[in-house]
């Protein structure tokens, strides 16, 4: 039985950047996403004062997760919305469930 894996990147847009083009570009990112394999779902938030972003992806296997990571780095689907972040500042983290879902 495979366990999923979460995949929580939190950024902040390069200066400039017109949110609406971002959200279009991410749009994109999430087609991008449902196609590759193991993908399970995928959220964007931002903070309540609107300086940073949290994208929350759920993935079937850490392989997976480290696969469609790889892959993203050569898309041309996810290209756009990459050049429209501020790299240096971002944070990726990968982790499994410890406890199961509350809802």
């Known amino acids: ?34 196609a590759q394999s193991g993908f399970i779902s ?12 949290i994208e929350v992806v759920w993935w079937e296997t850490p392989e997976d997760a480290q696969r469609a990571a790889r ?9 756009p919305m990459f050049a429209q972040i501020d790299v240096s500042r971002a944070t990726m983290i990968h982790g499994v469930p410890a406890l199961s879902h509350a809802a």
């Open 1 to 34: 039985m495979s366990k999923k894996i979460l995949e929580l990147v939190v950024f902040e847009l390069l200066a400039g950047v017109d949110e609406a083009s971002f959200l279009a570009n991410a749009e994109a990112v999430s087609e991008w996403a449902r």
């Open 42 to 53: 995928r959220d964007l938030s931002r903070s309540e004062d609107g300086g940073r972003w």
């Open 71 to 79: 892959l993203a780095e050569s898309s041309e689907e996810c290209a």
